[in-house]
């Protein structure tokens, strides 16, 4: 077996037992515990929005088919769906408040450490925001843009300025069902307003603030937390890293990073890089200071500079079961709260760092925003000061990392399938066009534990899509996964059907892009958007031979990011279960009626080899309705053919 193929869950397994061993509680056991979950909980027929209740439905024969209230399963399921995108929505969009808020204290010069990195970007971004930049300096460019894009979260009057990016199609029908986008903030609360007791009670109408509430986290706070960070942090580009616990050392401080804000992640990274930091952990002993990641703040650490990513959100526990974790430090989002037992257990510091997530027990060092820098250097310190205390008996790393590339925003898809001059998207066009690239899956989320353990899932749901020529996009948990099994390397190309093979081969690419965090997600909008501009594949995104695919959720931000595609034309397919399966006549709303109405609809399956099949059956649909499914001979690229893929 290939070192790589190994590192799927070798060094998982091996962690697991270590822990197992010690006595030690971890998810897996607490999730054994929780077998089987409550089934009116799975099923989205569980109520307890007033204390009339808590109500349930049966979902079988006997049984109630209405709370007190008189709502039925499909109101029932519909509000806590809702709510689920309200949640997710929240957390992607508060992520982007605070971003917004440091852009804006950086562009004033108000705080130190950070600045405009990408000046191109930002008058990209500023000519979305309608803010004028002929003759003004970057910084007053700058102000501006953070003004507006902070407007974006609280305004009460008018759309999202960024859903304006969309296809003109596409807005139409947003426009059309009563779907566009307003103020982030609005959509949220009005989400919680419609679903508390007594107020929307018709599941078709609680799915439409769905949409517009996911569609305010896709087009609004998340895509304002991907661009505003491009222009702070700088536009990723790609480059090599490593992944998995091998990337922990043993002869150094190892400080972990868990979350999602780069806000903090970068300033950590900087911070470990201070010269008389560095000094002050060779003279307790450390060869140096080495910074990794968990989670999505690892893919956007790694999508900038190339820092390691240990593991994903599964693999908390087991990094620090290294025993060579001298600070691990969180912000938001995704972090369990029985790490800290696992902490406690080794010598590693639990550090809290962000005003809105404390957890029991943890050491809490508040990011101070105005003084980044060195809040930065004192969490670090935190770690350096701790590595004498170390048991050496107890340090176990598994001897086990792949190597990745990653960076690939949609500005560099452009590049390398353009040109740096000729920046353009025609050649992808041209590929599926002509059936050597048959589409285009984004494969996205989380990892569940819920999964079946020891298969290796997301690598057999890419591996068939690749095979099969097409061409995969990732974010999140996803790509980290992927990231262990060698998909993201080019040699991958190895793996996927001749035509995709060809066009890697060609463009130097590997068939499997990493294109960051989960709030990059709106990365893949904007792509979409500019293969629709591009021309030949239809009018709309509903038109693209494109799926997407999001196998182990676990997280309400997985829901509102699948309702989000949906919404905007992807047909999306969800592993694990449906989390409105127990009402008939929602999954009929959202696995059918959505597609006549929003071009894109939700699907449900748990085997990942189906799902790849359905996924092909509908870009193949897809390519039939386009008329770009007739048999052409196949041939090798010609000169020609290279030249016009070459950078
Ligand atoms: O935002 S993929 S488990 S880490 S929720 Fe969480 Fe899911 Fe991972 Fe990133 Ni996204
Ligand atoms: Fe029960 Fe209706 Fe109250 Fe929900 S809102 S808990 S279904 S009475």
């Known amino acids: 077996m290939a070192k790589e193929e190994k590192a799927v869950d070798a060094a998982a397994k091996a962690m697991l037992e270590r822990i197992e061993e010690k006595g030690l509680p971890t998810a897996w056991q607490r999730a054994q515990a929780q077998s089987p979950h409550c089934r009116f909980g799975t099923l989205g027929l569980c109520c307890r929005l007033c204390f009339l209740g808590p109500c349930r439905i049966s979902p079988g024969e006997k049984g109630a088919k209405a709370g007190v209230c008189g709502a039925d399963a499909a109101t029932i399921a519909a509000r806590n769906f809702l709510r689920m995108v309200a949640g997710g929505a929240s957390a992607h969009s508060d992520h982007g408040r605070a971003v917004a808020e440091i852009f804006l204290q950086a562009a004033r010069g108000e705080v130190s450490g950070y600045q405009v990195k990408d000046t191109h970007k930002l008058k990209m971004v500023a000519a979305v925001l309608g803010v004028e930049t002929e003759g003004k300096d970057i910084k007053d460019i700058a102000i501006e843009v953070g003004e507006r894009a902070?407007?974006?979260?609280?305004?009460?009057?008018?759309?999202?300025?960024?859903?304006?990016?969309?296809?003109?199609?596409?807005?139409?029908?947003?426009?059309?069902?009563?779907?566009?986008?307003?103020?982030?903030?609005?959509?949220?609360?009005?989400?919680?307003?419609?679903?508390?007791?007594?107020?929307?009670?018709?599941?078709?109408?609680?799915?439409?603030?769905?949409?517009?509430?996911?569609?305010?986290?896709?087009?609004?706070?998340?895509?304002?937390?991907?661009?505003?960070?491009?222009?702070?942090?700088?536009?990723?580009?790609?480059?090599?890293?490593?992944?998995?616990?091998?990337?922990?050392?043993?002869?150094?401080?190892?400080?972990?990073?868990?979350?999602?804000?780069?806000?903090?992640?970068?300033?950590?990274?900087?911070?470990?890089?201070?010269?008389?930091?560095?000094?002050?952990?060779?003279k307790l002993g450390a060869k140096g200071i080495n910074v990794a990641g968990i989670c999505c703040t690892a893919n956007e650490l790694l999508m900038r500079h190339g820092i390691p990513i240990a593991g994903n959100m599964k693999m908390q526990e087991l990094a620090v079961a290294t025993g060579v974790v001298d600070a691990m430090i969180v912000d938001v989002q995704c972090i369990m709260q029985g790490l800290g037992q696992i902490c406690d257990a080794f010598h590693t510091k639990f550090i809290t760092t962000s005003p809105r997530a404390h957890i029991t027990g943890a050491e809490h060092i508040e990011f101070e925003e105005d003084k980044p820098l060195e809040t930065a250097k004192r969490i670090v310190w935190a770690g350096i000061e701790n590595f004498p205390n170390r048991a050496k008996e107890e340090v176990f790393i598994p001897d086990l990392t792949s190597d990745l590339v990653a960076g690939f925003s949609h500005e560099t898809v452009n590049y390398i399938l353009g040109g740096r001059f000729r920046g353009s998207y025609v050649p992808l066009n041209d590929n599926i066009v002509n059936g050597r690239i048959r589409g285009v899956a984004g494969v996205v989320g989380c990892t569940n534990l819920k999964a079946p353990e020891g298969a290796s899932q997301h690598t057999d749901l890419v591996k068939e899509l690749i095979s099969r020529d097409v061409l995969v996009v990732e974010t999140g948990c996803a790509a980290i996964e992927c990231g262990k099994a060698g998909l993201l390397v080019p040699e991958a190309k190895d793996l996927a059907g001749p035509g995709l093979r060809e066009v890697c081969e060609a463009v130097g690419m590997p068939p499997v892009l990493h294109a960051g965090s989960c709030v990059d997600n709106s990365r893949i909008l904007i792509a979409l958007t500019e293969m629709v501009h591009t021309g030949g594949l239809g009018e709309d995104i509903s038109d693209l031979p494109v799926a997407g695919a999001c196998l182990e959720w676990m997280h309400e931000k997985a829901i509102s990011i699948g309702q989000y595609f949906v919404a905007s034309g992807v047909f999306t397919v969800f592993g694990i279960g449906s989390p409105v399966a127990g009402s008939e006549e929602l999954m009929e709303i959202i696995c059918k009626e959505f597609e006549e109405e929003l071009g894109g609809m939700w699907a449900f399956e748990p085997d990942p080899l189906k799902m790849a099949e359905m996924m092909c059956a509908h870009i193949e649909r897809k390519r039939d309705a386009l008329g770009i499914n007739v048999e052409r001979e196949r041939k090798l690229y010609d000169m020609e053919d290279r030249r016009k893929l070459s950078v």
């Open 150 to 282: 902070l407007a974006e979260f609280g305004k009460q009057e008018g759309e999202q300025l960024f859903a304006t990016r969309a296809p003109e199609t596409r807005q139409k029908v947003w426009h059309a069902l009563g779907i566009y986008p307003r103020g982030v903030d609005r959509e949220i609360v009005e989400a919680m307003h419609r679903t508390s007791m007594g107020v929307d009670q018709d599941a078709r109408s609680l799915m439409r603030q769905a949409s517009r509430c996911a569609l305010a986290d896709g087009w609004g706070g998340s895509m304002i937390a991907t661009e505003l960070q491009d222009v702070l942090f700088g536009t990723p580009i790609p480059l090599r890293g490593e992944v998995n616990l091998g990337v922990l050392k043993e002869d150094q401080v190892n400080i972990l990073v868990h979350g999602h804000e780069p806000i903090l992640s970068e300033m950590i990274a900087l911070a470990s890089q201070d010269e008389e930091l560095i000094k002050a952990a060779e």
